[in-house]
């Protein structure tokens, strides 16, 4: 029987890295696509960023983010730290209140809620290798340069919305420079 | 006849190709058949500790990203999914359907119907979940909700119409330290087929 080759081992060493690498490339870049897009989706490709979304009541027409949770109701921040950091307010409420943070990655990377922060949300947000800046009950570090902030309010009937409503009516999400530092 | 030097690369070539295509295409079967390789399963809900947590692997982070991205880390919810019956049928919005349980060991807990496409199915209904604050609870606690096109007066409806072969998520919002260490002391919901249209149950 003829022994393999050299050439033959190679070809096959090759092929097994090549399929590793396939299977690896898809399975890392799946989730920066999947936020990419979401972050598209919230932001209307790029013309609101720094600026929460308060999004309404979901139900089967809410086709943005997937599983969509119709008892909660959401606001979503698209951030980018390329010019400083980002500050975030979000008020107490009547009930389950949270702050999220989603790297580029999708990784939840910190959470806040109502129970660790019963006065409300002050956060800074900055980015990762930047001097960290103070002036807030909490100052956080993005792994990446964008990301998703997340609010979240326990909102299971239409008059517990409507009180969710209000209590975000004046929620922030902007440049530190921009309005109360 | 003799391969010549110039061409002999061009299978080899083509096999590292298609072992680079196959391994992609590895990696988008695993992300879309995710429920498969979840670590843990009592009852047939699903869940996976790595969801959200910066400490996921490149398979659990993907998988979470299709069917749940955005997702909180399990210090501040923990999920489960589930896609069978308690006979380990799938879901079909052609039958009908009762889940049942007692309070969940959270601060707040709620069970939701999905479509196959992972949205909440394309009805007006308006019944898309049972949730810890509207449940209707009998005299000794516990509570029923049926799962099916109409609520034919039952007290707790979830609404499958227009969901196809669905699947439900359990929410558990701030859950209690003994849940987080151990999930199977948790009183996972039941969830019973009790008949099909045009079929015996």
């Known amino acids: 029987m003829k022994r393999p080759t050299l050439r033959t081992a190679a070809i096959v060493v090759f092929i097994a890295v090549a399929f590793t690498a396939g299977h690896l490339a898809v ?3 799946w989730p920066w696509r999947a936020m990419s897009t979401a972050m598209d989706r919230i932001s209307q490709d790029g013309a609101a960023v720094n600026q929460w979304r308060h999004g309404q009541r979901a139900t089967g027409k809410s086709r943005r983010i997937v599983r969509p949770s119709p008892d909660l109701a959401n606001s979503s921040c698209v951030y980018d730290l390329s010019d400083g950091p ?11 209140m949270s702050v999220s943070l989603y790297a580029a990655n999708s990784d939840n ?3 806040v809620n109502d129970r660790n922060a019963p006065e409300g949300v002050d956060m800074i947000l900055y980015r990762r290798g930047q001097p960290r800046p103070s002036g807030a009950a909490l100052v956080v570090e993005s792994p990446s340069r964008r990301g998703i ?6 909102a299971p009937s239409p008059d517990r919305f409507a009180e969710a409503a209000r209590a975000r009516a004046n929620d922030i999400c902007a440049p530190l420079t921009e309005g109360p530092g | ?12 070539a083509l096999a590292i190709v298609i072992a680079l295509m196959a391994g992609a295409g590895s990696g988008v079967l695993v992300i879309l058949k995710g429920e498969q390789i979840s670590q843990s399963s009592h009852d047939y809900w699903l869940g996976n500790r790595g969801v959200g947590s910066t400490r996921a692997d490149p398979w659990t982070r993907a998988i979470i990203a299709r069917i749940g991205l955005l997702a909180l880390n399990r210090s501040e919810t923990i999920y489960f999914t589930r896609y069978r019956d308690s006979e380990g049928r799938p879901f079909n919005a052609a039958c009908t359907y009762e889940v049942s349980g007692t309070d969940l060991p959270a601060r707040w807990w709620s069970v939701t119907i999905y479509g196959d496409d992972d949205f909440l199915p394309l009805n007006e209904d308006g019944a898309y979940s049972v949730d810890a604050t509207r449940a209707v609870r009998d005299a000794s606690g516990r509570w029923r909700a049926r799962i099916a096109a109409a609520s034919d007066g039952a007290p707790n409806w979830i609404s ?3 969901a196809g072969t669905f699947n439900l998520s359990l929410r558990l919002y701030n859950p209690s330290r003994t ?7 948790i009183p996972f919901p039941a969830v019973r087929r009790l008949g099909c249209e045009g079929a015996s149950s």
């Open chain 1, 86 to 96: 980002v500050r975030i307010r979000a008020a107490a409420g009547d009930g389950y």
């Open chain 2, 160 to 162: 499958s119409r227009a």
């Open chain 2, 1 to 12: 006849m003799a391969t010549t030097p110039r061409f002999r690369w061009i299978a080899p």
């Open chain 2, 179 to 185: 849940a987080l260490d151990d999930e199977a002391t």
């Open chain 1, 149 to 154: 902030v997340l609010e979240r309010r326990l």
């Open chain 1, 109 to 111: 990377y910190f959470v």
């Open chain 1, 27 to 29: 399975v890392t870049v």
